[in-house]
């Protein structure tokens, strides 16, 4: 079952201002070592994505067998969009949906993937964080683009990756999941290290770009059709 430290609950159709003191209050929460198990058997992704012209938000976690990578299971959640389109704050307006997902699922993966920011975000607490923080599971942010940060260019080959920095700050990592495509941006979320948070999304990766953790999640989310 799903709890939420009463403490560090709050609200979410904030003003921005509001929902800035809390990235800041919470960012300081966040645990950059490993807090995860030696032998973990169900890892997840989530991904986001809305209906009805964005008045719906609808959140999807697919866990996975874990090192198998086979769907174990999935679930839906929607809600109505309550906080804008703000770069920064998307964790705002979409994190309610995914706590809404976890609560309907018979167990909680160890380690859940999601598709966005972690520490990589101007105040260092972007969904990833959010997610993280709310539930205590240890997250990785597996973003498509890179939101903040420089790099030096990354190796060719696959697992090669190079330092995202920003300001001095080592946010992440640019990884290059297979030759001749174009990286991915991991960056801690909750409770694990950056070294483990790139081992593990390289060992969630199979042919494709994306760990399939996000390939399962994102297809789900975005499925407008009916639910699988």
């Given at each position: 079952?799903?709890?939420?430290?009463?403490?560090?609950?709050?609200?979410?159709?904030?003003?921005?201002?509001?929902?800035?003191?809390?990235?800041?209050?919470?960012?300081?929460?966040?645990?950059?070592?490993?807090?995860?198990?030696?032998?973990?058997?169900?890892?997840?992704?989530?991904?986001?994505?809305?209906?009805?012209?964005?008045?719906?938000?609808?959140?999807?976690?697919a866990?996975?067998?874990?090192?198998?990578?086979?769907?174990?299971?999935?679930?839906?959640a929607?809600?109505?969009?309550?906080?804008?389109?703000?770069?920064?704050?998307?964790?705002?307006?979409?994190?309610?949906?995914?706590?809404d997902a976890l609560?309907?699922?018979?167990?909680?993966?160890?380690?859940?993937?999601?598709?966005?920011?972690?520490?990589?975000?101007?105040?260092?607490?972007?969904?990833?964080?959010?997610?993280?923080?709310?539930?205590?599971?240890?997250?990785?942010?597996?973003?498509?683009?890179?939101?903040?940060?420089?790099?030096?260019?990354?190796?060719?080959?696959?697992?090669?990756?190079?330092?995202?920095?920003?300001?001095?700050?080592?946010?992440?990592?640019?990884?290059?999941?297979?030759?001749?495509?174009?990286?991915?941006?991991?960056?801690?979320?909750?409770?694990?290290?950056?070294?483990?948070?790139?081992?593990?999304?390289?060992?969630?990766?199979?042919?494709?770009?994306?760990?399939?953790?996000?390939?399962?999640?994102?297809?789900?989310?975005?499925?407008?059709?009916?639910?699988?």
């Amino acid at each position: 079952m799903l709890t939420i430290n009463p403490t560090i609950a709050h609200a979410w159709d904030v003003p921005i201002a509001q929902a800035r003191d809390i990235q800041l209050a919470l960012k300081e929460k966040v645990i950059r070592q490993d807090r995860l198990k030696k032998t973990l058997s169900r890892v997840a992704g989530v991904d986001v994505g809305f209906e009805d012209n964005g008045k719906i938000t609808r959140a999807a976690v697919a866990v996975l067998d874990f090192p198998s990578l086979e769907l174990m299971e999935y679930a839906i959640a929607r809600r109505d969009t309550r906080f804008p389109y703000v770069p920064g704050y998307l964790s705002f307006r979409e994190t309610p949906a995914v706590l809404d997902a976890l609560q309907k699922l018979s167990q909680l993966p160890e380690v859940l993937l999601c598709d966005g920011q972690g520490v990589a975000h101007p105040r260092r607490f972007g969904l990833a964080c959010h997610i993280g923080v709310l539930t205590e599971i240890p997250t990785i942010g597996v973003a498509k683009t890179r939101f903040i940060g420089t790099h030096a260019t990354v190796p060719e080959e696959k697992g090669g990756y190079v330092s995202l920095m920003d300001h001095g700050e080592e946010i992440g990592a640019v990884l290059r999941t297979r030759k001749g495509v174009k990286p991915v941006y991991v960056s801690i979320g909750h409770r694990i290290s950056l070294p483990t948070a790139i081992h593990l999304v390289m060992q969630c990766v199979t042919k494709y770009r994306l760990p399939e953790t996000t390939r399962w999640s994102d297809r789900i989310a975005s499925n407008k059709t009916g639910d699988y």
